[in-house]
Each structure stands twice: as structure tokens, then as C-alpha cells.
Antibody, heavy 121, light 106 residues
Framework: QVQLVQSGAEVKKPGASVKVSCKAS????????IHWVRQAPGQGLEWMGI????????TYAQKFQGRVTVTKDTSTSTVYMELSSLRSDDTAIYYC??????????????WGQGALVTVSS | DIQMVQSPSYLSASVGDRVTITCRTS??????LNWYQQKPGKVPKLLIY???TLQTGVPSRFGGSGSATDFTLTISSLQPDDFATYYC?????????FGPGTKVEI
């Protein structure tokens, strides 16, 4: 069965960086793009970026350009999202999600369990 | 970026009611529109994709319609398990924007 298993909760100080992992299993890792989405406490869903595990450069939301880096390790079927220069308003649950894309159908069919990142001094 | 507007942002309804949530996009996205349900403390769950196709396992009381810029999620007979927040999302282009959500209270 398809699973996306994320790393655990993190507490970081303002200005630090955090790296969240998303390990995929149950399918061919390189066949599906992976997205990152975050959700601040009590807020909606915010798209951050996408990576193609088979190659190519990630694409990021303009809001996070320069602060976010999404990478992959095909040997372990893992995608990573690193966010730097953390601020208190980066406190959120960070999700990875698999992209099913067969036009005209395109949607997030599987999600990781989420990783809570708390930024606090 | 494609902007998403949902309405209402909150609604209170009774069990058995017919509920309609609308989503409007800032540009034509054909039928590249998905609906997710999120319960408190849980991961978002795909309900409907391509504007009107029910995801496997989703109860038939959920339905979606629309194209271009105007879309609707309908719950034909609201059940207690439907207490949740509902998000629309466009998958026409990057960034994959979400609507702000509609919180449904039973």
C-alpha cells in the first residue's frame, strides 16, 4: 500500500533551519511528483513546492523562494523539504503529498501524516 | 497565480440538510478542480477530483459540478461525520492554490 511517512515534530529557534523528510513506499518512487503543503495553526492549506523524483529542478511558491529547498534521495525513496531563516509564523504542520497527474485528472491522492514545526525562542 | 474564493467560509446546518459550497477561480481552469475534506487534527482527504469525479470510497451523498471558473460541492444529506473543513484546489497550474476553506458545523 502507498505510504508517505514523515519525520517527527521539531522545535526550532527563530533564524534556524529545519529539514523535514518524507519517505515513500508502496509504489515506484520516480513515477509521481511530490508536493509540500503547510498549514499554520487554525489556518488553511498553503502550497509550498513540488519536486519530480525522476529528475529536474523543483518549483517553489514565490513566497518561499530563497528560503525553501526541496531535494530527493532516490536510493531511499525520500524527499526532503528544508526551510531556512525560520520565523514564528513558520510554525505549522508541514505535509508532503503525492501528485496523481493524468490529465485531465490531477490531484493529491496520498498525504504524509504531517510534521509539526514549532518556531519559538 | 490563480486565486481561489470559497463561500461561505462557515456554515451551520442540520443532519439531513442539503449543503452547497461554492468555489470560484480567478481564471478558467477547465475542470482541474479538486475538493478535500479535513477533520480536526487529521490529514486532508480527497473527496472529488476533476470537478465532478468521486474518489473511490467517498459516500455518494457528496457531489461536485462546474467548469471554467465556477464550481460547487454538494452534500445531498448532511451526516454527523461530515463535520469538517472543505477546501477546493486548482490543479491547472503551479502554484497549486487552495481555497481558504469552508467550515461545516453540524
Amino acid at each position: 500500500q502507498v505510504q508517505l511517512v514523515q519525520s517527527g515534530a521539531e522545535v526550532k529557534k527563530p533564524g534556524a533551519s529545519v529539514k523535514v523528510s518524507c519517505k515513500a513506499s508502496g509504489y515506484t518512487f520516480t513515477s509521481y511528483y511530490i508536493h509540500w503543503v503547510r498549514q499554520a495553526p487554525g489556518q488553511g492549506l498553503e502550497w509550498m513546492g513540488i519536486i519530480n523524483p525522476s529528475g529536474g529542478s523543483p518549483t517553489y511558491a514565490q513566497k518561499f523562494q530563497g528560503r525553501v529547498t526541496v531535494t530527493k534521495d532516490t536510493s531511499t525513496s525520500t524527499v526532503y523539504m528544508e526551510l531556512s531563516s525560520l520565523r514564528s509564523d513558520d510554525t505549522a504542520i508541514y505535509y508532503c503529498a503525492r501528485d496523481f497527474n493524468l490529465p485531465p485528472e490531477s490531484y493529491f491522492d496520498f498525504w504524509g501524516q504531517g510534521a509539526l514545526v514549532t518556531v519559538s525562542s | 497565480d490563480i486565486q481561489m474564493v470559497q463561500s461561505p467560509s462557515y456554515l451551520s446546518a442540520s443532519v439531513g440538510d442539503r449543503v452547497t459550497i461554492t468555489c470560484r477561480t480567478s481564471q478558467n481552469i477547465r475542470t482541474y478542480l479538486n475538493w478535500y475534506q479535513q477533520k480536526p487534527g487529521k490529514v486532508p482527504k480527497l473527496l472529488i477530483y476533476a470537478a465532478s469525479t468521486l474518489q473511490t470510497g467517498v459516500p455518494s451523498r457528496f457531489g461536485g459540478s462546474g467548469s471554467a471558473t465556477d464550481f460547487t460541492l454538494t452534500i445531498s444529506s448532511l451526516q454527523p461525520d461530515d463535520f469538517a473543513t472543505y477546501y477546493c484546489q486548482q490543479s491547472y497550474s503551479l502554484p497549486r492554490t487552495f481555497g481558504p476553506g469552508t467550515k461545516v458545523e453540524i
